[in-house]
């Protein structure tokens, strides 16, 4: 068998400009590195942007569920550190403590759990529920999800891992439209996030897997009542009673929970500065205008 080759260019048809036809250029191939990398560097970028004490207005989250958001940012100096324990303690108690965005072998496990079509045996960390929501999309596909692995990798090494917790707060979503612990805790529960009780903290964490089924009651606090969602009453009552107040003891407690993060202070430390408009000393107006609206 002659071994194969390419024919004279001579010898290839003339096209109508009048010159030898040439093979055409796969300029797609030099465009693609440049295709995948950019977003990549965009994202380490905001991330540094984030690492500097930027905060953004938005998130793709908040993009994606449209006007009218109810949102203002707060300081972590001034969210109380029972709340911050009970963030650590119910959504990633490695936050501090870990190399990186999530424990390698945990996540071959929900690989493998996912792909199986079996449920996820741990969850997502801080660091990938964060960037999901400033990045993302709510989507449940092996693409998103290899995505979020990257861009939550590179975050961590980027992000503090106090500077991350105060992130992951302000953007969480905690209602229908309604995003951080500064709205939040005014909505629910009528005061600051800096004054929250350890049961209210711990009812607020019981929200997040299921937001948007959460309701305020009439009399405010979170609606539990005859026609709440069975979901939302086994998730908040579950994390008020049992799984927070179970996991910040196996912590240590608040104090030590806390201290895995590098923070030894309180929130009173800071009352001096609740004057401040990153304090959420006062309702903000949007939640004012919900509620509003909600009592006709």
């Known amino acids: 068998m002659e071994p194969r080759t390419e024919p004279d260019q001579a010898q290839w048809p003339v096209p109508p400009g009048g010159q030898p036809g040439r093979r055409p250029k796969r300029k797609w191939r030099r465009k693609l590195p440049l295709a995948l990398v950019a977003p990549l560097i965009l994202a380490q970028l905001i991330a540094f942007m984030f690492s500097l004490g930027i905060t953004l207005p938005r998130t793709a989250y908040m993009l994606e569920a449209g006007e009218p958001v109810i949102y ?3 300081s972590i100096n001034h969210i109380n550190r029972r709340l911050l324990a009970a963030t650590i303690a119910h959504e990633d108690e490695q936050l501090g403590t870990r190399s990186g965005a999530f424990d390698l072998g945990e996540f071959q496990a929900r690989a493998q759990a996912y792909f199986r079509g079996q449920p996820d045996p741990s969850g997502s960390t801080i660091p990938q529920q964060l960037v999901k929501n400033i990045f993302l999309w709510d989507d449940q596909s092996a693409v998103r999800k290899g995505i ?3 861009l939550a990798t590179q975050f961590s090494y980027t992000v503090s891992a106090p500077r991350t917790l105060e992130l992951y707060l302000n953007y969480a979503q905690f209602g229908p439209r309604l995003y951080g612990v500064c709205a939040a805790s005014w909505y629910y529960f009528g005061t600051p996030p800096w004054n929250m009780s350890d049961y209210q903290s711990a009812q607020l964490m019981g929200v ?3 937001p948007d089924l959460v309701r305020r009651d009439p009399d405010g606090g979170i609606y539990l009542g005859e026609a709440v969602h069975p979901a939302v009453w086994d998730l908040v009552n579950g994390a008020a009673n049992v799984w927070v ?5 196996g912590l240590g407690g608040w104090q030590a929970a806390v201290a895995t993060v590098g923070i ?3 929130a009173d430390s800071h009352a001096d500065r609740r004057g401040d408009s990153d304090a959420c000393s006062t ?14």
Do not use: C, N, Y
């Open 283 to 296: 309702m903000p107006q949007s939640v004012k205008d919900r509620i509003q609206s909600e009592a006709g």
């Open 245 to 249: 107040p179970r996991q910040i003891a």
């Open 264 to 266: 030894t202070d309180t």
């Open 208 to 210: 997040l897997p299921l």
């Open 72 to 74: 203002q940012f707060v």
């Open 148 to 150: 979020e692995a990257v």
